[in-house]
């Protein structure tokens, strides 16, 4: 399954398509998924009862949705998911992510995908990543302060010393041998044997590392913990090329430490940082309210994301207001309910910012800046 990077969420913000469906399932890391599959069964009906009520025609909703018919009938697929799945489906896009975010169940049919959910994977709130190095295996994980969850790495990141430096390593440092002369002397002969050469080894393995998490993580910018030894670390530290590498290392074996623990000690490392940052953030809209350069008006938000003017936006969890903008005139109206011209404004607003290097935090209602509002705002320069 495909990694979700910053470029598909681009990709499938900036489509334009109709009858474009967004599903959300929670789902489980181990198991078959049962109950994860009866609401994307459920939630397939659903969109099958609003096609028919737009009177699409039986021949139209069949081929429409048999692709999703058969994610649902794979049931290999069900039992290799992380936290969350993700699905983004129309008759030009079928793409599919697991991803460690616990979601709400929900689904969305629109004339574009509903991608709301999906910001926090990237930004705001507490994402991190962990890279367990030791020289017989690797793995990486994705965390928040509420979770993790593993990425397979197979394709892109060696799963040890020796798939980075071929399988034969332990007989180049070390041969062995029994000479039949009527005492069991070992013989060892030294092809790279040395310690020079082993440290060779394991920067090799270690650059491949570095190279195959670089992939994985693009410019996404979130921070590193490294759960190593630390004379791996110190090594990893040389060649590393990743500009939010964490200072410090979960220190020991990985191979001896268990998910729950590594979890737990990476987010005491990162828990300041990130409640420092939220907090600033909060402190700036408190500042700038008194400038002028905020807003919590869906109107002006809109609008002022679209041109890139967003430099922080709020928005409550599980929010929607449903509307249109007419890029004509520009004008922004907003409607009682969801209908299948409109679409959540919300959302618009959070992907215009996102893609423009805004900030966005979704939050609790309590923990908004401004309580009286789904969504806050705080502008670059003052609103014209």
């Given at each position: 399954?495909a990694i979700?990077?910053?470029?598909?969420?681009?990709?499938?913000?900036?489509s334009?398509?109709?009858?474009?469906s967004?599903?959300?399932?929670?789902?489980?890391?181990?198991?078959?998924?049962?109950k994860?599959?009866?609401?994307?069964?459920n939630?397939?009906q659903?969109?099958k009862?609003?096609?028919?009520?737009?009177?699409?025609g039986?021949n139209?909703?069949?081929?429409?949705t048999?692709?999703?018919?058969?994610?649902l009938?794979?049931?290999?697929f069900?039992?290799?998911?992380?936290?969350?799945?993700?699905?983004?489906?129309s008759?030009?896009?079928?793409e599919?992510?697991?991803?460690?975010?616990?979601?709400e169940a929900?689904?969305?049919?629109?004339?574009?995908?509903?991608?709301?959910?999906?910001?926090?994977y990237?930004n705001?709130?507490?994402?991190?990543?962990?890279?367990?190095?030791s020289?017989?295996?690797?793995?990486?994980?994705?965390?928040?302060?509420?979770?993790?969850?593993?990425?397979?790495?197979?394709?892109?990141i060696?799963g040890?010393?020796?798939?980075?430096v071929?399988?034969?390593y332990?007989?180049?440092?070390?041969?062995?041998?029994?000479?039949?002369?009527?005492?069991?002397?070992?013989?060892?002969?030294?092809?790279?044997?040395?310690k020079?050469?082993?440290?060779?080894?394991?920067?090799?393995?270690?650059?491949?590392?570095?190279k195959?998490?670089?992939?994985?993580?693009?410019?996404?910018?979130?921070?590193?913990?490294?759960?190593?030894?630390?004379?791996?670390f110190?090594?990893?530290?040389q060649?590393?090329t990743?500009?939010?590498l964490?200072?410090k290392?979960?220190s020991?074996?990985?191979d001896?430490?268990?998910?729950i623990?590594?979890?737990?000690?990476a987010?005491?490392l990162?828990?300041?940082?990130?409640?420092?940052?939220?907090?600033?953030?909060?402190?700036d809209?408190?500042?700038?309210?008194?400038?002028?350069?905020?807003?919590?008006d869906?109107?002006k938000?809109?609008?002022?994301?679209?041109?890139?003017n967003i430099?922080?936006?709020f928005?409550?969890?599980?929010?929607?207001?449903?509307?249109?903008?007419?890029?004509?005139?520009p004008?922004?109206k907003?409607?009682?309910?969801?209908?299948?011209e409109n679409?959540?404004?919300?959302d618009?607003s959070?992907?215009?910012t996102?893609l423009q290097?805004?900030?966005?935090f979704?939050?609790?209602?309590?923990?908004?800046p401004?309580?009286?509002?789904?969504?806050n705002?705080?502008?670059?320069?003052?609103?014209?």
């Amino acid at each position: 399954m495909a990694i979700f990077s910053k470029q598909a969420f681009s990709n499938l913000a900036q489509s334009q398509e109709q009858e474009a469906s967004s599903f959300y399932i929670p789902s489980l890391k181990s198991g078959d998924n049962d109950k994860a599959r009866i609401i994307f069964k459920n939630q397939i009906q659903s969109i099958k009862k609003k096609m028919e009520a737009m009177k699409k025609g039986e021949n139209y909703i069949n081929g429409y949705t048999e692709p999703l018919y058969k994610i649902l009938d794979d049931v290999i697929f069900w039992r290799h998911l992380s936290d969350g799945l993700a699905i983004f489906h129309s008759m030009k896009t079928h793409e599919k992510y697991s991803v460690p975010i616990t979601f709400e169940a929900f689904h969305h049919l629109g004339n574009q995908f509903y991608l709301l959910p999906m910001i926090s994977y990237f930004n705001g709130n507490g994402r991190f990543y962990i890279l367990n190095i030791s020289l017989n295996k690797t793995m990486l994980y994705e965390g928040s302060r509420d979770e993790i969850g593993r990425i397979h790495i197979e394709d892109q990141i060696p799963g040890s010393l020796e798939d980075s430096v071929g399988y034969d390593y332990q007989q180049k440092n070390l041969q062995f041998r029994t000479n039949q002369t009527g005492s069991n002397e070992a013989h060892f002969h030294g092809h790279g044997a040395g310690k020079d050469d082993k440290d060779k080894e394991i920067m090799q393995f270690l650059r491949a590392v570095e190279k195959g998490f670089i992939k994985i993580a693009g410019k996404s910018g979130k921070p590193l913990i490294v759960a190593s030894v630390d004379d791996i670390f110190s090594k990893y530290k040389q060649i590393n090329t990743y500009q939010n590498l964490h200072e410090k290392n979960i220190s020991g074996n990985p191979d001896d430490l268990d998910t729950i623990f590594l979890h737990e000690k990476a987010w005491e490392l990162l828990k300041n940082k990130f409640s420092e940052l939220q907090k600033r953030a909060k402190d700036d809209y408190d500042n700038n309210q008194r400038k002028g350069t905020t807003s919590n008006d869906i109107r002006k938000i809109v609008y002022e994301s679209l041109n890139g003017n967003i430099e922080t936006l709020f928005v409550r969890k599980k929010a929607q207001i449903w509307g249109s903008y007419n890029h004509d005139k520009p004008n922004v109206k907003v409607d009682d309910q969801q209908n299948s011209e409109n679409e959540c404004l919300i959302d618009k607003s959070s992907k215009a910012t996102f893609l423009q290097g805004g900030n966005v935090f979704i939050e609790n209602k309590e923990e908004m800046p401004d309580k009286t509002s789904p969504i806050n705002a705080i502008f670059r320069i003052h609103p014209k």
